[in-house]
Each structure stands twice: as C-alpha cells, then as structure tokens.
C-alpha cells in the first residue's frame, strides 16, 4: 500500500535562514505520526507546505504515492489534506455548523439547508466524539471546543489526511485527553493524522510513528513502540539531558540582600505577604516554591518596586528599596526576568537590538551624550544573541517574529548581562522546550558562578531542586519552609505547598 503523504528532500529557505533542510518525511496510513523538535526546527513550515500554503524551494511531495504539486490550500484539500492551525479563524457571529460549512455551504435551491448542515455536523461530532451543539453560537465558546470545530471544518472537506500543529498548547489536560482519542478514533478508521508537538509526554502517549526534526534537518523517525523518553529527548537536542542534582558548595559570602517582616496586601487589599524574612548571600541561589497565589507573585512586585509594601525593609547591599521607585531599584543593583515576560519583559514589537538596550539608553558604552552608540549596540546584542543561542536572523529582526523560547532568551540576556548584583528570576522557563531550559539552566548557574545573588520563583519544583541551594516554600502569605536543596524530595515540598507544617519547621515559619 502506498504511503499516505511523502516529501522528499524537502528545502525551504527563508532569506538567509534554513527552515528545512533536504527533509524527508515517509508517513503510513492509519497512523499517527508525530513531528516533535526543539521551537524553530522548522515543523511548522514543513507542514504549512504540505497544505500549499508556502512552495518549497527544493523537494517532491507525493500523495497516496503520487507526484503532487500544491500551489495553495484548496489544492491540499482537493488531495486530502487538511490542517487544523494554531490560531483559529472562526466566525463569531455564526453557528456552529455555519462555521462548520462556510464556504461550502449545503443548498437547497437558492437557500443554505441549515437542517441539513446541522444534521452532518451532529454525525459527524457523533462520529468522532467531537461533542458540540451545531445551532450553538461560536461567540461564547471555549477553546477547546473551537478547536473541535476546526477539526469538523476539516473533515466535512473531506480530509483523510488531518495535520495539527501544536493542537493542545491551548488545551487543559483534560481537552487534552479528549482529544487524543478522538485522534485514535481517526486512526482506527482508516485516517492519517500529523501531529505536531513538543510535549514528550503528549507524543509517547497519542502516536505510532515520530520523526524528529532539529535546526531544520530531520535527524530521525522512530516507532514510538520502545522508545523512551530520553532517547527521544537526545534526538531532539542532539545530547543527552539531565535535570540531576550537583553538588552543592554552601554559600559562605556577605548577605547581598536582606528582607525583614515584609508585608504586602494584593490587589483586592487582603494580605498577602505576612511578614517574610530571608536573606540571600553572594553566589547563592534561593528558591521560592508554593502554590500560585500563596504571595509569590507579590514578593516579586514588591522587591522590584512594583508593588508598595505595608510594613518592613528590604536591604540590598545595605541600602533600603522599600518606597523606591522600579527604576531606582534598578538603578541600586536589581536584574528582574518577570514571570510575564510578554507583558512585562519586552517590546514585542521593536527589535532585539532595541529589547536589549532598553533601561540603557542613557548609560555609558550604550550611549554617549544622548547619543545611541549603534555600532556598539549592534556588536553587543550579536555577541548576546551568540551566547545565549536566540535563534533569529539578527539583531533588527522583530521580537514579536520569534517563538516564546526566543523571547524569553531575548529577557535572559538583558537582565544578565546588567552589572545588577540581585537577580530576581520569575519562571525562567515557562512555555520554553527543552534545550532552551537547559541553555538558560546554565546561564543561571553562570550567574551564580559570578557571585550574584538570586531568586529563582519558579512552579516547577525539579527546576528548584536541580538549581537552587535552598528553597523557600510559601503558603498562605508566610515562608513556612526553608530547606536545603541537597536533600529535599519534591513529596516534602509538596506537603509543605498544601499547609502540612511538620514539626521541625514551625519556627521557621513563625507558628505557635
Ligand atoms: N515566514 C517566515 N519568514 C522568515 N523566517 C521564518 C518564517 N517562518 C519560519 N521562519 C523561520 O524558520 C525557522 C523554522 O520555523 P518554524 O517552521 O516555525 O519552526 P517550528 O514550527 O518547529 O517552531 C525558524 O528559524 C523561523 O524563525
Ligand atoms: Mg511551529
């Protein structure tokens, strides 16, 4: 039986960059074959050319065995294809099954038969266990119930063939779990499904086949039958990963930062902070772990002077912050990656030249009286985009065109890169795959290597284990833990997060 979709040798360019690089891609029917690599490997573009919406440069693409050429969509979805986005196209003041058939619209004589585009849409949900109601109204719905539409859209146009491209980045896990069996229920009906992912977990438990794709270039496709999870991940960074403890050395240097009896009230004005207290030394690394809610986000507002506390001091290198302005804070000596980088973290529609001067106009190499140093910006920010591996084609290219593991390197290397002697670091690695973790892990650890002093806040309790020296758990606005790293079980900081204060902590917390 002929494969269901090949591409041969594949090459895309795009200007100087190589999104796919000879490519071969050899999908089975009634399979579910996975493409996973690092952001930027290029799986997105390979896909947006088997739907005809970009020509490759180089390569053949053959369908059910046959040499196709697809000049655009509609010639993709003649052949089969079809592809559910990232980014959904609905029309919000339509019904479900009016979105399901626009364009394609059931007719009776000159009118839509609206009976019987709702009827096919309910077979077909039925079918597939996409449940909707087809006279429903998209405007108010859910993602993942949106989603579901667009795989309907799909199918009424008659796809044997579906490619989803990081279908469940906007899901729960629970739409998640939805939606692998209605992948499967594709399959066991004789369909071919592309899915697209960087979610090990995600890809090890839906899919047959995987291929691997990594700076462009395919480096290998797999039965998922035997393969474990660290063969696959050093198919997908090209070595292997581990998040293993190293040995720690006990912070001996001065106290760089010194927090007493901090309060802070939240937004709605009920306490949130409760009178914090901790220091952290030259070269330390201090982690904050905790339910989201429990103060941690407070903390980081009111040590960056984005938040006024109630009551205490907070000492850095001495001198009180409390009452100070962001900018002077960080005129004092405070670096600050924020856990919102999109928000907070850049300009995302300047330059990564102009995201990396930001803060530093005004200050000698950056600028000389008031005039931009271009030249030296320039050198700077290729120097930085080298070092922490951000992957554009230079430094003037937008940062709104990189993916999120880009963006948030663009944040790493300004805020390191400052002379500050505190860095505050909110979630390094959110929404960032897995080499991308791994570089800014290592950047981190180069900081501490250089004696600042950090805290690392962070909802992922193996990134606090793997790099902090001791952590701090937070609950209900207090530190109700304070551990050595060396030894600490993500069961004991879990305890810890829910309230459970065993004995030996109390005083630290605070409790009679
Ligand atoms: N339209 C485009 N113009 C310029 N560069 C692009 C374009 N689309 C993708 N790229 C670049 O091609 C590479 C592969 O991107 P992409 O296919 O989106 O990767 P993935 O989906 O694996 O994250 C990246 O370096 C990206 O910046
Ligand atoms: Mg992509």
Same mark, same amino acid.
């Given at each position: ?27 089975? %029917? ?9 952001n ?42 079809? $592809? ?5 196209k ?29 009827e096919?849409?309910?077979? =077909? ?15 108010? +719905?859910?993602?993942?119930i ?24 906007v899901?729960?896990?629970?739409e ?17 499904? =592309? ?19 990594? +700076? ?19 198919? $997908?960074?090209?070595? !292997? ?28 004005l009920?306490?949130?902070? %409760? ?64 856990g919102?980088?999109?928000?907070r ?31 030296? +910006? ?19 290219? =937008? ?74 758990? $937070? ?8 551990l050595d !790293? ?10 810890? $997060? ?15």
């Open positions: 039986m002929p494969l269901a979709v090949e591409l041969r040798s594949i090459t895309k360019r795009f200007g100087a960059i190589v999104a796919n690089e000879r490519v071969n891609l050899a999908v089975e %029917r009634g399979k579910v074959h996975a493409i996973i690599g690092e930027g490997a290029g799986k997105t573009t390979l896909m947006n050319i088997l739907f005809g919406l970009l020509q490759p440069d180089e390569g053949a693409i053959l369908i059910d065995g046959v040499p196709t050429v697809l000049p655009n969509p509609a010639a993709a979805i003649k052949a089969g294809i079809g $592809m559910v986005h990232q980014h959904f609905l029309v919000q003041s339509l019904t479900v099954a009016e979105n399901v058939f626009l364009g394609m619209e059931i007719r009776k004589g000159l009118f839509i038969d609206h009976r019987a585009q709702s096919r849409t309910a077979t =077909l949900s039925k079918q597939f266990g996409l449940e909707v109601d087809p006279n429903e109204r998209v405007g108010l +719905l859910s993602v993942g949106e989603q579901r539409i667009e795989i309907l859209k799909v199918l009424v146009r008659g796809a044997r063939t579906i490619i989803l491209d990081e279908p469940t980045a899901l729960t896990p629970q998640s779990r939805e939606l692998f069996q209605t992948l499967r229920g594709f399959v066991s009906q004789g369909m071919t499904v =592309l899915f697209i992912s960087h979610h090990l977990e995600e890809v090890m438990e839906v899919s047959d086949t995987v291929t691997v794709l990594r +700076l462009g270039k395919e480096v290998g496709v797999r039965p998922i039958a035997g393969l474990s999870k660290a063969e696959l991940i050093q198919m $997908m960074v090209g070595h !292997a990963i581990s998040f293993d403890r190293r040995p720690r050395q006990k912070a001996k240097g001065a106290a760089v930062v010194e927090i007493r009896d901090l309060w802070a009230r939240d937004d709605r009920l306490p949130a902070l %409760r009178g914090v207290s901790f220091d952290i030394r030259r070269g330390e690394i201090v982690g904050v772990a905790g339910v989201a809610g429990n103060g941690q986000a407070e903390l980081a507002e009111a040590l960056s002077g984005l938040r006024a506390p109630s009551h205490g001091s907070i000492l850095l290198e001495g001198r009180e912050l409390v009452g100070r302005s962001a900018r002077d804070i960080r005129a004092a000596g405070l670096a600050h990656v924020p919102d980088r999109l928000v973290g850049v300009d995302r529609h300047a330059s990564i030249a102009s995201n990396i001067l930001m803060g530093r106009q005004d200050a000698l190499p950056w600028s000389r009286r008031g005039i931009i140093d271009r030249s030296y +910006l320039t050198r700077r920010t290729e120097a930085l985009m080298r070092r922490f591996d951000i992957r554009a084609p230079g430094p003037q290219s =937008l940062v709104k065109s990189l993916s999120g593991g880009n963006i948030q390197k663009v944040v790493l290397a300004r805020e390191f890169s400052t002379e500050a002697r505190f860095l505050l670091i909110d979630q390094p690695t959110r929404g960032v795959d897995i080499g991308a973790t791994e570089a800014i892990h290592a950047e981190i650890m180069r900081q501490r290597g250089e004696g600042r002093a950090i805290l690392l806040i962070s909802v992922q309790l193996d990134e606090l284990i793997a790099l902090a020296d001791r952590i701090l758990v $937070m609950f209900a606005g207090r530190i109700v833990g304070d !790293a060396a030894g600490v079980t993500e069961e004991e900081l879990g305890l810890l $997060m829910a309230g459970v204060v065993p004995e030996r902590q109390r005083d630290v917390a605070g409790i009679a």
